[in-house]
């Protein structure tokens, strides 16, 4: 019987087909579970219901399944738990933790940046009350705290919330639950103990520990893999036209994941069936040997 006391997930937003940066990261997370003998978990974040579709869904769960990563329970739906996300947000509003906020993008235009590039919210909004009615966010109201924690990859991180992020949204204006709070929602409601994820998401870790804090979740143990970027040095995506990872070929692609975790197989298994290279693999996953840096281009085919 698999022991509870590891509980992993990999959590894609269905906007298209999964890329060879989409495998890298969910390998990661798969062979940390099967490697420590623990559950590993999928999670649909399909909260923006405009981008995303069920047909996208279906595609990444039989990519993930040709490539040999099993998961454990019944997929978790984000656009299904609406409820879930409303009830902590009346959770913080019982504490004061959040405001109404009627800023639009153009009124933050000129907001400072952050070394991620992302916007600092100025505050403007905190001390006014919004008009019954009027179109408005919630923001966490972030006090001055600095949130350290420990990164299995990177080691021990800190970051200045209020300078560097600001008073942050956990519900959009346009009524959608945002990133930051259905993530904590859902990893508490799943019993999720590990994350493995892309160094994308390695700031956003501080906001999430800073909302299980007021919320009285658990916060689960961080690791942030490096990003796949392209020849032109561009984090793989969607965005920069990734190619869908190949349905012929798989072992190779696997090996070639492996390889960019700090993993590469023996030369003798790259030619054997996908399972027996992940078996390997999860035999002698080491995390401490995934490369350091955050970014790793991918090699030319």
């Known amino acids: 019987m698999i022991p509870a006391s590891y509980v992993g997930r990999f959590a894609p937003s269905p906007t298209g087909p999964l890329h060879f940066g989409s495998l890298v990261a969910a ?4 062979l940390d579970a099967r490697a420590l003998g623990g559950h590993w978990l999928v999670r649909m974040e399909d909260l923006d219901r405009l981008r995303c579709s069920q047909a996208a869904a279906d595609i990444i769960l039989r990519q993930l399944e040709a490539y040999g990563l099993t998961w454990d329970r019944a997929v978790l739906v984000q656009s299904r738990r609406d409820e879930a996300y409303a009830a902590a947000l009346d959770a913080l509003r019982a504490q004061g933790a959040v405001f ?13 940046r952050n070394a991620e590039g992302e916007l600092v919210y100025p505050g403007t909004c905190r001390l006014h009350a919004v008009p019954r009615g009027e179109h408005h966010a919630w923001r966490v109201r972030v006090q001055d705290v600095s949130v350290d924690f420990v990164d299995r990859i990177r080691g021990v991180l800190q970051q200045d919330l209020a300078r560097e992020v600001g008073d942050f949204v956990v519900r959009r204006a346009d009524g959608l639950f945002a990133y930051q709070l259905a993530v904590v929602v859902d990893d508490a409601f799943q019993g999720v103990t590990h994350v493995v994820r892309g160094a994308d998401l390695l700031w956003n870790t501080p906001r999430q520990i800073y909302l299980q804090r007021l919320l009285g979740l658990p916060t689960p143990i961080y690791a942030h893999v490096p990003l796949v970027t392209n020849a032109a040095g561009q984090k793989l995506s969607k965005q920069t036209l990734a190619p869908a990872l190949p349905e012929t070929g798989r ?8 390889a960019a975790l700090g993993h590469p197989p023996p030369a003798e298994l790259v030619g054997t069936a996908p399972a027996d290279l992940l078996g390997w693999a999860s035999a002698h996953w080491r995390i401490e ?13």
């Open 27 to 30: 390998l990661a997370s798969w």
């Open 100 to 112: 109404a906020c009627t800023c639009t993008r153009s009124q933050l235009a000129d907001a400072p």
């Open 289 to 301: 040997n995934v490369p350091l840096h955050p970014t790793i281009a991918k090699p030319l085919a």
């Open 251 to 258: 072992r190779a692609v696997l090996a070639e994941a492996l």
